[in-house]
Protein backbone atom coordinates (compact mmCIF):
# COMPACT_ATOMS: atom_id res chain seq x y z
CA UNK A 1 0.00 0.00 0.00
CA UNK A 2 1.66 3.66 -1.23
CA UNK A 3 -0.08 6.25 0.77
CA UNK A 4 -0.72 8.86 -2.11
CA UNK A 5 -1.86 12.29 0.90
CA UNK A 6 -2.02 12.79 4.29
CA UNK A 7 -3.86 15.28 6.27
CA UNK A 8 -5.23 16.25 9.33
CA UNK A 9 -7.79 18.50 10.65
CA UNK A 10 -10.29 19.43 13.39
CA UNK A 11 -13.80 18.31 13.18
CA UNK A 12 -15.32 20.99 15.67
CA UNK A 13 -18.96 19.49 15.87
CA UNK A 14 -17.60 16.16 17.05
CA UNK A 15 -15.11 17.14 19.03
CA UNK A 16 -12.37 15.31 17.64
CA UNK A 17 -9.66 14.97 15.19
CA UNK A 18 -9.76 13.34 11.52
CA UNK A 19 -7.00 12.42 9.72
CA UNK A 20 -7.67 11.88 6.11
CA UNK A 21 -5.31 9.22 4.28
CA UNK A 22 -5.59 8.54 0.52
CA UNK A 23 -4.10 4.78 -0.48
CA UNK A 24 -3.24 3.09 -3.17
CA UNK A 25 -2.15 -0.83 -4.72
CA UNK A 26 -0.64 -1.46 -7.78
CA UNK A 27 -2.33 -4.30 -9.87
CA UNK A 28 -0.31 -5.85 -11.98
CA UNK A 29 2.78 -5.18 -13.96
CA UNK A 30 3.00 -1.83 -12.26
CA UNK A 31 -0.25 0.28 -12.80
CA UNK A 32 0.79 3.90 -12.34
CA UNK A 33 -1.72 5.92 -9.98
CA UNK A 34 -1.80 9.48 -9.55
CA UNK A 35 -2.92 11.37 -6.78
CA UNK A 36 -7.02 11.89 -6.73
CA UNK A 37 -7.33 9.90 -9.12
CA UNK A 38 -7.14 6.12 -10.55
CA UNK A 39 -5.68 4.82 -13.79
CA UNK A 40 -7.99 1.64 -14.76
CA UNK A 41 -6.40 -0.59 -16.90
CA UNK A 42 -8.16 -3.54 -18.12
CA UNK A 43 -6.97 -7.06 -18.50
CA UNK A 44 -8.19 -9.56 -20.77
CA UNK A 45 -8.69 -13.19 -18.76
CA UNK A 46 -11.02 -15.58 -20.33
CA UNK A 47 -13.20 -13.19 -22.04
CA UNK A 48 -13.65 -10.82 -18.55
CA UNK A 49 -12.68 -7.74 -18.36
CA UNK A 50 -11.26 -6.45 -14.69
CA UNK A 51 -10.00 -3.36 -12.92
CA UNK A 52 -7.16 -3.92 -11.38
CA UNK A 53 -6.31 -0.93 -10.14
CA UNK A 54 -7.69 0.22 -6.88
CA UNK A 55 -7.54 3.45 -4.73
CA UNK A 56 -9.35 3.87 -1.91
CA UNK A 57 -9.55 6.84 0.80
CA UNK A 58 -9.97 6.18 3.99
CA UNK A 59 -10.85 8.46 6.52
CA UNK A 60 -9.87 7.77 9.78
CA UNK A 61 -12.02 9.49 12.90
CA UNK A 62 -9.93 9.11 16.10
CA UNK A 63 -11.84 9.73 19.38
CA UNK A 64 -9.96 11.76 21.92
CA UNK A 65 -12.82 11.63 24.38
CA UNK A 66 -13.08 7.91 24.93
CA UNK A 67 -9.59 6.88 26.43
CA UNK A 68 -9.34 4.73 29.38
CA UNK A 69 -12.46 3.22 29.46
CA UNK A 70 -14.14 -0.25 28.69
CA UNK A 71 -17.29 0.19 26.60
CA UNK A 72 -20.16 -1.34 27.06
CA UNK A 73 -22.41 -2.19 24.23
CA UNK A 74 -24.71 -4.26 26.26
CA UNK A 75 -27.03 -1.34 27.32
CA UNK A 76 -29.16 -0.86 24.37
CA UNK A 77 -27.59 2.38 23.05
CA UNK A 78 -25.06 1.03 20.46
CA UNK A 79 -26.19 -3.16 19.95
CA UNK A 80 -23.01 -4.04 18.04
CA UNK A 81 -24.51 -7.69 17.01
CA UNK A 82 -26.12 -5.46 13.95
CA UNK A 83 -22.19 -4.34 13.38
CA UNK A 84 -20.51 -7.72 12.96
CA UNK A 85 -20.95 -8.29 9.01
CA UNK A 86 -21.53 -11.62 7.45
CA UNK A 87 -21.01 -12.65 11.21
CA UNK A 88 -23.99 -11.55 12.45
CA UNK A 89 -27.23 -13.44 13.54
CA UNK A 90 -30.23 -13.83 11.32
CA UNK A 91 -32.30 -12.13 13.82
CA UNK A 92 -29.32 -8.95 14.22
CA UNK A 93 -29.48 -8.66 10.74
CA UNK A 94 -33.03 -8.40 10.04
CA UNK A 95 -33.14 -5.50 13.06
CA UNK A 96 -30.16 -3.98 11.37
CA UNK A 97 -32.40 -3.22 7.82
CA UNK A 98 -33.53 0.34 7.27
CA UNK A 99 -36.33 1.29 5.75
CA UNK A 100 -35.02 0.90 2.32
CA UNK A 101 -35.38 -2.98 2.79
CA UNK A 102 -38.91 -2.54 4.83
CA UNK A 103 -41.22 -1.43 2.02
CA UNK A 104 -43.86 -4.15 2.12
CA UNK A 105 -46.18 -4.77 -0.96
CA UNK A 106 -49.37 -7.15 -1.32
CA UNK A 107 -50.29 -8.57 -4.61
CA UNK A 108 -53.97 -7.65 -5.95
CA UNK A 109 -56.96 -9.82 -4.92
CA UNK A 110 -56.59 -13.02 -6.65
CA UNK A 111 -53.12 -13.79 -7.19
CA UNK A 112 -51.78 -17.01 -6.34
CA UNK A 113 -48.27 -17.82 -5.49
CA UNK A 114 -47.51 -21.48 -7.27
CA UNK A 115 -43.69 -21.53 -7.41
CA UNK A 116 -41.16 -20.65 -4.47
CA UNK A 117 -37.18 -20.51 -5.26
CA UNK A 118 -35.40 -19.74 -2.09
CA UNK A 119 -31.54 -19.59 -2.13
CA UNK A 120 -30.50 -19.49 2.23
CA UNK A 121 -27.16 -19.24 3.76
CA UNK A 122 -26.05 -21.77 6.44
CA UNK A 123 -26.76 -20.61 10.02
CA UNK A 124 -24.49 -19.36 12.73
CA UNK A 125 -21.89 -21.64 12.66
CA UNK A 126 -18.94 -22.10 15.15
CA UNK A 127 -15.30 -20.98 14.39
CA UNK A 128 -13.26 -23.34 12.11
CA UNK A 129 -10.24 -25.18 13.23
CA UNK A 130 -7.95 -22.83 12.11
CA UNK A 131 -9.34 -19.94 13.40
CA UNK A 132 -9.37 -21.35 16.68
CA UNK A 133 -5.87 -22.30 16.87
CA UNK A 134 -5.35 -18.67 16.28
CA UNK A 135 -7.55 -17.54 19.19
CA UNK A 136 -4.97 -20.21 21.24
CA UNK A 137 -2.25 -17.88 19.87
CA UNK A 138 -3.84 -15.06 21.11
CA UNK A 139 -4.63 -16.02 24.69
CA UNK A 140 -0.29 -16.58 24.90
CA UNK A 141 0.23 -12.97 23.18
CA UNK A 142 -2.30 -11.65 25.26
CA UNK A 143 -0.46 -12.80 28.06
CA UNK A 144 2.46 -11.64 27.31
CA UNK A 145 1.75 -8.36 26.95
CA UNK A 146 0.08 -8.15 30.17
CA UNK A 147 3.55 -9.45 31.64
CA UNK A 148 5.23 -6.69 29.72
CA UNK A 149 2.85 -4.32 30.85
CA UNK A 150 3.28 -5.08 34.71
CA UNK A 151 7.02 -4.98 34.19
CA UNK A 152 7.37 -1.43 32.86
CA UNK A 153 4.46 0.50 34.43
CA UNK A 154 4.63 2.01 37.81
CA UNK A 155 1.49 0.86 40.04
CA UNK A 156 -0.17 5.04 39.86
CA UNK A 157 0.93 4.51 35.70
CA UNK A 158 -0.76 1.29 35.85
CA UNK A 159 -3.76 2.19 37.87
CA UNK A 160 -5.14 4.29 35.95
CA UNK A 161 -5.24 3.05 32.36
CA UNK A 162 -7.92 0.38 33.78
CA UNK A 163 -7.16 -2.35 31.63
CA UNK A 164 -9.59 -5.07 31.56
CA UNK A 165 -9.24 -7.68 34.10
CA UNK A 166 -11.17 -10.24 31.53
CA UNK A 167 -7.67 -10.40 29.51
CA UNK A 168 -5.58 -11.68 32.21
CA UNK A 169 -6.08 -15.28 32.51
CA UNK A 170 -8.56 -15.94 29.20
CA UNK A 171 -8.87 -18.44 27.03
CA UNK A 172 -10.70 -19.14 24.22
CA UNK A 173 -13.51 -20.76 24.39
CA UNK A 174 -13.50 -23.07 21.79
CA UNK A 175 -11.68 -26.39 21.23
CA UNK A 176 -10.02 -26.99 17.91
CA UNK A 177 -10.04 -30.70 19.07
CA UNK A 178 -13.90 -31.04 18.86
CA UNK A 179 -15.27 -28.17 17.04
CA UNK A 180 -14.75 -26.91 12.96
CA UNK A 181 -16.55 -24.35 11.82
CA UNK A 182 -20.34 -26.77 12.02
CA UNK A 183 -23.81 -25.75 12.88
CA UNK A 184 -24.49 -24.20 16.27
CA UNK A 185 -27.85 -24.98 18.43
CA UNK A 186 -28.49 -21.18 17.56
CA UNK A 187 -27.56 -21.94 13.75
CA UNK A 188 -30.29 -25.08 14.34
CA UNK A 189 -32.95 -22.70 15.45
CA UNK A 190 -32.75 -19.81 13.18
CA UNK A 191 -33.47 -22.41 10.09
CA UNK A 192 -35.87 -24.55 11.77
CA UNK A 193 -38.05 -21.29 12.66
CA UNK A 194 -37.25 -20.21 8.89
CA UNK A 195 -39.21 -23.33 7.87
CA UNK A 196 -41.78 -23.28 10.25
CA UNK A 197 -42.63 -19.39 9.24
CA UNK A 198 -42.30 -20.24 5.72
CA UNK A 199 -44.95 -22.62 5.29
CA UNK A 200 -47.41 -20.59 7.36
CA UNK A 201 -46.96 -17.66 5.23
CA UNK A 202 -47.28 -19.64 1.73
CA UNK A 203 -49.89 -22.60 2.83
CA UNK A 204 -50.35 -22.82 -0.83
CA UNK A 205 -47.44 -23.80 -1.51
CA UNK A 206 -47.09 -25.88 1.16
CA UNK A 207 -49.85 -27.88 1.44
CA UNK A 208 -49.03 -30.87 -0.09
CA UNK A 209 -47.42 -33.97 1.47
CA UNK A 210 -43.61 -34.54 0.75
CA UNK A 211 -42.42 -35.61 -2.26
CA UNK A 212 -39.13 -34.81 -3.87
CA UNK A 213 -40.62 -34.08 -7.14
CA UNK A 214 -42.80 -31.79 -5.59
CA UNK A 215 -40.10 -30.01 -3.03
CA UNK A 216 -36.99 -30.35 -4.35
CA UNK A 217 -34.23 -29.57 -1.24
CA UNK A 218 -30.20 -29.12 -2.12
CA UNK A 219 -27.41 -28.23 -0.12
CA UNK A 220 -23.36 -27.68 -1.18
CA UNK A 221 -21.19 -30.54 0.68
CA UNK A 222 -19.79 -28.38 3.01
CA UNK A 223 -21.76 -29.88 6.26
CA UNK A 224 -23.33 -26.64 8.08
CA UNK A 225 -25.14 -25.96 5.04
CA UNK A 226 -26.29 -30.01 4.13
CA UNK A 227 -26.90 -29.50 8.44
CA UNK A 228 -29.29 -26.42 7.57
CA UNK A 229 -31.19 -27.86 4.55
CA UNK A 230 -32.22 -30.55 7.64
CA UNK A 231 -32.69 -28.28 10.23
CA UNK A 232 -35.19 -26.07 7.90
CA UNK A 233 -36.46 -29.04 6.22
CA UNK A 234 -37.54 -30.66 10.03
CA UNK A 235 -39.19 -27.24 10.56
CA UNK A 236 -40.84 -27.35 7.11
CA UNK A 237 -42.40 -30.65 7.69
CA UNK A 238 -43.21 -30.50 11.42
CA UNK A 239 -46.50 -32.91 12.54
CA UNK A 240 -46.18 -33.96 8.81
CA UNK A 241 -45.10 -37.31 9.46
CA UNK A 242 -44.90 -40.06 12.01
CA UNK A 243 -41.57 -40.04 13.48
CA UNK A 244 -41.34 -39.33 17.34
CA UNK A 245 -43.78 -36.66 19.41
CA UNK A 246 -42.63 -34.08 16.80
CA UNK A 247 -44.65 -36.28 14.03
CA UNK A 248 -41.62 -35.55 11.85
CA UNK A 249 -40.74 -37.37 8.63
CA UNK A 250 -37.51 -37.98 6.24
CA UNK A 251 -36.72 -36.28 3.25
CA UNK A 252 -34.10 -36.20 0.77
CA UNK A 253 -31.19 -33.46 0.59
CA UNK A 254 -29.16 -33.49 -2.87
CA UNK A 255 -25.91 -32.28 -2.99
CA UNK A 256 -23.35 -32.21 -5.95
CA UNK A 257 -19.32 -32.79 -5.31
CA UNK A 258 -17.45 -29.76 -4.73
CA UNK A 259 -15.44 -29.79 -7.92
CA UNK A 260 -18.53 -29.94 -9.74
CA UNK A 261 -20.82 -27.36 -8.28
CA UNK A 262 -21.79 -24.80 -10.56
CA UNK A 263 -25.25 -24.07 -8.97
CA UNK A 264 -23.97 -23.52 -5.27
CA UNK A 265 -20.32 -23.77 -5.17
CA UNK A 266 -19.39 -21.27 -8.44
CA UNK A 267 -16.73 -19.26 -6.47
CA UNK A 268 -15.52 -22.51 -5.90
CA UNK A 269 -15.35 -24.01 -9.42
CA UNK A 270 -15.24 -20.94 -11.94
CA UNK A 271 -11.28 -20.82 -12.85
CA UNK A 272 -11.85 -16.99 -13.93
CA UNK A 273 -12.89 -15.75 -10.48
CA UNK A 274 -10.07 -18.14 -8.87
CA UNK A 275 -7.37 -16.24 -10.76
CA UNK A 276 -8.90 -13.01 -10.48
CA UNK A 277 -9.23 -13.23 -6.47
CA UNK A 278 -5.55 -14.39 -6.32
CA UNK A 279 -4.62 -11.25 -7.96
CA UNK A 280 -6.48 -8.77 -6.02
CA UNK A 281 -6.41 -10.35 -2.69
CA UNK A 282 -2.77 -8.50 -1.62
CA UNK A 283 -3.71 -4.93 -2.11
CA UNK A 284 -7.18 -5.83 0.51
CA UNK A 285 -5.08 -7.33 2.72
CA UNK A 286 -3.06 -4.45 2.66
CA UNK A 287 -6.01 -2.63 3.27
CA UNK A 288 -7.18 -4.32 6.45
CA UNK A 289 -3.99 -4.17 8.09
CA UNK A 290 -3.81 -0.42 7.01
CA UNK A 291 -7.34 0.46 9.19
CA UNK A 292 -6.16 -2.36 11.88
CA UNK A 293 -2.93 -0.30 12.21
CA UNK A 294 -4.86 3.10 12.69
CA UNK A 295 -7.21 1.42 15.36
CA UNK A 296 -4.16 -0.75 17.07
CA UNK A 297 -2.77 2.90 17.77
CA UNK A 298 -5.99 4.14 19.44
CA UNK A 299 -5.88 0.95 21.53
CA UNK A 300 -2.07 1.55 22.55
CA UNK A 301 -2.97 4.67 24.08
CA UNK A 302 -5.84 3.89 25.60
CA UNK A 303 -4.71 1.00 27.06
CA UNK A 304 -0.86 0.94 27.48
CA UNK A 305 -0.67 -2.20 25.93
CA UNK A 306 1.80 -2.42 22.87
CA UNK A 307 -1.34 -3.98 20.80
CA UNK A 308 -0.64 -4.64 16.89
CA UNK A 309 -2.33 -4.69 14.05
CA UNK A 310 -2.41 -8.61 14.14
CA UNK A 311 -3.66 -8.20 17.51
CA UNK A 312 -6.63 -5.86 16.47
CA UNK A 313 -7.04 -8.31 13.47
CA UNK A 314 -7.88 -11.01 15.99
CA UNK A 315 -9.56 -9.04 18.62
CA UNK A 316 -11.72 -7.80 15.84
CA UNK A 317 -12.56 -11.66 15.01
CA UNK A 318 -13.07 -12.64 18.41
CA UNK A 319 -15.54 -9.88 19.27
CA UNK A 320 -17.60 -10.92 16.06
CA UNK A 321 -17.55 -14.59 17.35
CA UNK A 322 -18.20 -13.69 21.28
CA UNK A 323 -21.33 -11.12 20.12
CA UNK A 324 -22.72 -13.82 17.56
CA UNK A 325 -22.04 -17.27 19.03
CA UNK A 326 -22.12 -16.11 22.89
CA UNK A 327 -24.26 -12.81 23.20
CA UNK A 328 -20.60 -11.38 25.31
CA UNK A 329 -20.57 -7.63 23.70
CA UNK A 330 -18.43 -6.10 27.08
CA UNK A 331 -15.15 -8.24 26.29
CA UNK A 332 -13.47 -7.97 23.18
CA UNK A 333 -16.29 -5.85 21.30
CA UNK A 334 -15.53 -3.66 24.60
CA UNK A 335 -12.29 -2.63 23.88
CA UNK A 336 -13.43 -0.36 20.65
CA UNK A 337 -15.28 2.36 20.22
CA UNK A 338 -18.32 2.66 18.32
CA UNK A 339 -16.55 4.51 15.84
CA UNK A 340 -14.00 2.04 15.54
CA UNK A 341 -16.82 -1.11 15.53
CA UNK A 342 -18.39 0.83 12.39
CA UNK A 343 -14.90 1.58 10.74
CA UNK A 344 -13.93 -2.15 11.26
CA UNK A 345 -17.29 -3.47 10.19
CA UNK A 346 -16.82 -1.01 6.90
CA UNK A 347 -13.79 -2.55 6.27
CA UNK A 348 -14.54 -5.31 5.93
CA UNK A 349 -17.84 -4.58 3.78
CA UNK A 350 -15.08 -3.58 1.54
CA UNK A 351 -13.51 -6.64 1.18
CA UNK A 352 -16.42 -8.07 0.54
CA UNK A 353 -17.78 -5.18 -2.52
CA UNK A 354 -14.74 -5.90 -4.03
CA UNK A 355 -14.36 -9.65 -3.71
CA UNK A 356 -17.81 -11.01 -3.89
CA UNK A 357 -20.35 -7.93 -4.81
CA UNK A 358 -20.70 -5.13 -6.83
CA UNK A 359 -17.19 -4.22 -7.00
CA UNK A 360 -16.05 -6.51 -10.36
CA UNK A 361 -18.70 -8.35 -12.50
CA UNK A 362 -17.97 -11.78 -12.64
CA UNK A 363 -18.02 -11.96 -8.81
CA UNK A 364 -22.03 -12.41 -9.45
CA UNK A 365 -22.06 -12.93 -13.27
CA UNK A 366 -20.13 -16.44 -12.24
CA UNK A 367 -23.56 -17.16 -10.59
CA UNK A 368 -25.65 -17.70 -14.14
CA UNK A 369 -26.14 -21.39 -13.22
CA UNK A 370 -27.99 -20.26 -10.46
CA UNK A 371 -30.38 -17.88 -12.21
CA UNK A 372 -30.74 -20.18 -14.97
CA UNK A 373 -31.96 -22.86 -12.89
CA UNK A 374 -34.54 -19.85 -11.15
CA UNK A 375 -36.05 -18.79 -14.52
CA UNK A 376 -36.22 -22.53 -16.00
CA UNK A 377 -38.37 -23.23 -13.10
CA UNK A 378 -40.82 -20.68 -13.24
CA UNK A 379 -41.10 -20.88 -17.60
CA UNK A 380 -41.83 -24.96 -16.31
CA UNK A 381 -44.12 -24.15 -14.03
CA UNK A 382 -46.14 -21.40 -16.66
CA UNK A 383 -45.92 -23.44 -19.33
CA UNK A 384 -47.49 -26.68 -17.12
CA UNK A 385 -50.40 -23.81 -16.16
CA UNK A 386 -50.11 -24.43 -12.49
CA UNK A 387 -50.39 -28.63 -13.49
CA UNK A 388 -47.37 -29.63 -12.66
CA UNK A 389 -46.22 -30.93 -9.48
CA UNK A 390 -43.42 -29.16 -8.72
CA UNK A 391 -43.70 -26.28 -5.77
CA UNK A 392 -40.54 -25.11 -4.59
CA UNK A 393 -36.99 -25.36 -4.86
CA UNK A 394 -34.95 -24.85 -1.37
CA UNK A 395 -31.38 -24.16 -1.68
CA UNK A 396 -28.25 -24.06 1.34
CA UNK A 397 -25.41 -22.82 0.37
CA UNK A 398 -23.05 -19.64 1.47
CA UNK A 399 -22.31 -15.90 1.91
CA UNK A 400 -19.76 -16.51 -1.16
CA UNK A 401 -23.40 -17.82 -2.87
CA UNK A 402 -25.65 -15.04 -0.91
CA UNK A 403 -23.79 -12.34 -2.24
CA UNK A 404 -23.08 -12.77 -5.60
CA UNK A 405 -26.42 -13.97 -6.24
CA UNK A 406 -28.16 -10.79 -4.46
CA UNK A 407 -26.23 -8.74 -6.94
CA UNK A 408 -27.48 -10.94 -9.93
CA UNK A 409 -30.77 -9.86 -8.85
CA UNK A 410 -29.59 -6.16 -8.90
CA UNK A 411 -31.04 -6.03 -5.50
CA UNK A 412 -30.69 -2.40 -3.26
CA UNK A 413 -29.56 -0.27 -6.40
CA UNK A 414 -30.20 2.94 -8.14
CA UNK A 415 -31.30 3.38 -11.86
CA UNK A 416 -28.28 4.68 -12.36
CA UNK A 417 -26.14 1.83 -11.05
CA UNK A 418 -28.13 -0.94 -12.66
CA UNK A 419 -27.29 0.52 -16.04
CA UNK A 420 -23.51 -0.03 -14.97
CA UNK A 421 -23.59 -3.46 -14.24
CA UNK A 422 -25.64 -4.30 -16.84
CA UNK A 423 -22.64 -3.03 -18.90
CA UNK A 424 -20.52 -4.81 -16.52
CA UNK A 425 -19.16 -1.52 -15.09
CA UNK A 426 -17.78 -2.04 -11.01
CA UNK A 427 -19.85 0.03 -8.81
CA UNK A 428 -18.50 2.64 -6.28
CA UNK A 429 -17.33 1.00 -3.16
CA UNK A 430 -19.21 1.65 0.00
CA UNK A 431 -19.19 5.01 1.44
CA UNK A 432 -17.47 5.19 4.90
CA UNK A 433 -19.21 5.67 8.12
CA UNK A 434 -20.70 7.96 9.26
CA UNK A 435 -22.52 7.69 5.90
CA UNK A 436 -24.84 5.43 5.41
CA UNK A 437 -24.87 2.82 3.02
CA UNK A 438 -27.76 0.31 1.26
CA UNK A 439 -25.29 -2.59 0.94
CA UNK A 440 -24.26 -3.57 4.44
CA UNK A 441 -22.84 -7.80 5.18
CA UNK A 442 -25.41 -7.77 8.17
CA UNK A 443 -28.17 -7.28 6.12
CA UNK A 444 -27.26 -8.83 2.83
CA UNK A 445 -25.98 -12.25 4.04
CA UNK A 446 -25.83 -12.61 7.87
CA UNK A 447 -25.98 -16.18 9.57
CA UNK A 448 -29.38 -17.59 7.48
CA UNK A 449 -29.34 -14.75 5.49
CA UNK A 450 -31.86 -15.80 2.30
CA UNK A 451 -33.45 -14.73 -1.07
CA UNK A 452 -36.69 -15.94 -2.40
CA UNK A 453 -38.35 -15.67 -5.07
CA UNK A 454 -42.26 -16.35 -5.28
CA UNK A 455 -44.24 -16.80 -8.55
CA UNK A 456 -47.44 -15.41 -8.93
CA UNK A 457 -50.11 -16.47 -10.82
CA UNK A 458 -53.03 -13.58 -11.00
CA UNK A 459 -55.92 -12.45 -13.40
CA UNK A 460 -54.99 -11.54 -16.70
CA UNK A 461 -56.74 -8.29 -15.67
CA UNK A 462 -54.73 -6.83 -13.24
CA UNK A 463 -51.14 -6.79 -11.68
CA UNK A 464 -49.01 -4.85 -9.46
CA UNK A 465 -49.93 -1.36 -11.40
CA UNK A 466 -53.59 -2.57 -11.54
CA UNK A 467 -53.16 -2.05 -15.66
CA UNK A 468 -55.63 -4.21 -18.03
CA UNK A 469 -53.58 -7.34 -19.47
CA UNK A 470 -54.07 -8.18 -23.04
CA UNK A 471 -55.55 -11.51 -23.30
CA UNK A 472 -53.01 -12.76 -26.54
CA UNK A 473 -50.13 -12.33 -24.06
CA UNK A 474 -51.40 -15.16 -20.62
CA UNK A 475 -47.55 -15.05 -19.22
CA UNK A 476 -48.13 -11.53 -18.42
CA UNK A 477 -50.44 -13.00 -15.73
CA UNK A 478 -47.33 -14.37 -13.69
CA UNK A 479 -46.12 -12.01 -11.51
CA UNK A 480 -42.10 -12.47 -9.41
CA UNK A 481 -41.77 -10.99 -6.02
CA UNK A 482 -38.59 -10.96 -4.60
CA UNK A 483 -38.05 -11.19 -0.44
CA UNK A 484 -35.17 -10.82 1.40
CA UNK A 485 -34.83 -12.10 4.56
CA UNK A 486 -38.56 -12.77 4.26
CA UNK A 487 -38.98 -9.09 3.22
CA UNK A 488 -40.25 -7.81 0.38
CA UNK A 489 -38.00 -5.54 -2.19
CA UNK A 490 -38.25 -3.47 -4.97
CA UNK A 491 -36.68 -4.57 -8.08
CA UNK A 492 -34.70 -1.81 -9.39
CA UNK A 493 -34.26 -3.48 -12.99
CA UNK A 494 -38.04 -3.73 -13.68
CA UNK A 495 -38.75 -0.09 -12.40
CA UNK A 496 -38.92 -0.58 -8.92
CA UNK A 497 -41.68 -2.34 -8.65
CA UNK A 498 -42.57 -5.40 -5.99
CA UNK A 499 -44.37 -7.30 -8.78
CA UNK A 500 -42.28 -7.73 -11.60
CA UNK A 501 -44.31 -9.21 -14.82
CA UNK A 502 -42.69 -12.07 -15.50
CA UNK A 503 -41.60 -11.29 -18.88
CA UNK A 504 -40.00 -8.17 -17.55
CA UNK A 505 -38.15 -10.12 -15.15
CA UNK A 506 -36.62 -12.45 -17.73
CA UNK A 507 -36.34 -9.89 -19.79
CA UNK A 508 -34.47 -6.80 -17.87
CA UNK A 509 -33.64 -8.32 -14.61
CA UNK A 510 -31.85 -11.79 -16.09
CA UNK A 511 -31.57 -11.26 -19.48
CA UNK A 512 -28.23 -9.04 -19.16
CA UNK A 513 -26.09 -12.05 -17.57
CA UNK A 514 -28.06 -14.92 -19.28
CA UNK A 515 -26.51 -14.01 -22.26
CA UNK A 516 -23.25 -15.44 -21.02
CA UNK A 517 -22.25 -18.90 -20.22
CA UNK A 518 -20.27 -20.28 -17.33
CA UNK A 519 -17.78 -21.62 -19.91
CA UNK A 520 -17.42 -18.69 -21.46
CA UNK A 521 -17.27 -16.61 -18.03
CA UNK A 522 -15.00 -18.81 -16.12
CA UNK A 523 -13.06 -21.19 -19.06
CA UNK A 524 -9.24 -19.37 -18.40
CA UNK A 525 -7.46 -19.42 -21.80
CA UNK A 526 -3.93 -20.32 -21.11
CA UNK A 527 -1.40 -20.07 -24.36
CA UNK A 528 1.69 -22.45 -24.50
CA UNK A 529 3.54 -19.95 -23.79
CA UNK A 530 2.21 -18.87 -20.23
CA UNK A 531 1.94 -22.87 -19.61
CA UNK A 532 4.80 -25.61 -20.08
CA UNK A 533 4.44 -28.75 -20.98
CA UNK A 534 4.16 -29.70 -16.88
CA UNK A 535 2.07 -27.24 -16.71
CA UNK A 536 -0.04 -28.83 -19.45
CA UNK A 537 0.28 -32.41 -18.26
CA UNK A 538 -1.06 -31.18 -14.90
CA UNK A 539 -4.35 -29.38 -16.80
CA UNK A 540 -5.03 -32.64 -18.42
CA UNK A 541 -5.05 -34.91 -15.20
CA UNK A 542 -7.54 -32.52 -13.60
CA UNK A 543 -9.21 -32.15 -16.82
CA UNK A 544 -9.76 -36.06 -16.66
CA UNK A 545 -10.27 -36.29 -13.03
CA UNK A 546 -13.30 -33.50 -13.31
CA UNK A 547 -14.62 -35.67 -15.61
CA UNK A 548 -14.36 -38.34 -13.65
CA UNK A 549 -16.05 -36.50 -10.62
CA UNK A 550 -13.07 -36.74 -8.20
CA UNK A 551 -12.48 -34.58 -5.35
CA UNK A 552 -9.37 -32.54 -6.06
CA UNK A 553 -8.10 -30.06 -3.02
CA UNK A 554 -6.73 -26.96 -3.63
CA UNK A 555 -3.79 -25.34 -1.54
CA UNK A 556 -5.13 -22.22 -1.41
CA UNK A 557 -7.03 -20.89 1.87
CA UNK A 558 -10.00 -22.42 2.00
CA UNK A 559 -11.69 -19.93 4.96
CA UNK A 560 -15.08 -19.73 3.27
CA UNK A 561 -17.96 -17.98 4.74
Known sequence: MVI???????????????????????????????????????????????????????IFAISVSVKGQLH?????????????????????????????????????????????????????????????KE???????????????????????????????????????????KTNGELTREGEEELYNLGMRLRERFPQIFDE?????????SATQVPRASASAVAFGMGLFAGKGVLGPGKHRGFAVITDS?????????????????????????????????VYAEVSASLVKRYNLNFTKDDVALLWFLCRQEAALLDKTDQACGLFTQMEVELLEWVDDLVLHYLKGYGESINYRMGVPLLQNIVQSMEQAILMKNAGV??????????ETIIPFTCLLGLFLTASDIEKIQREQPLEPPPKPPQGRRCRGSTIAPFAGNN??????????????????????????????????????????CNGSYFCPFE????????????????????????????????????FFQWLFLRKGYKLHSCEDKDEL
Open 452 to 493: MLVLYKCPVQGGSTGKVIAPEEPSNSFFVQILHNEKPVSIPA
Open 4 to 58: LSEKDFVDKSAGRRVRLRTYSAQGERGLRITKGHELRRRQEMGGVKFHLGLVITV
Open 390 to 399: EKARLRFAHA
Open 504 to 539: DFKERVAGPHLRHTFESLCTVKVTHADCPLTCRISR
Open 209 to 217: DYHPDVYLI
Open 258 to 290: RANDIHLRFHDTCQTYKEFKKKRKPALKGLLFS
Open 72 to 132: DFSNGEFDVRQYLSTSSRYGAGKEAMNDDYQNSAVPISGCTPILLNLVARHGTRAPTRKRI
Open 135 to 177: LEQLSIRLESLLKSADDTLTGETHGSQQIPSWLRGWQSPWDAK
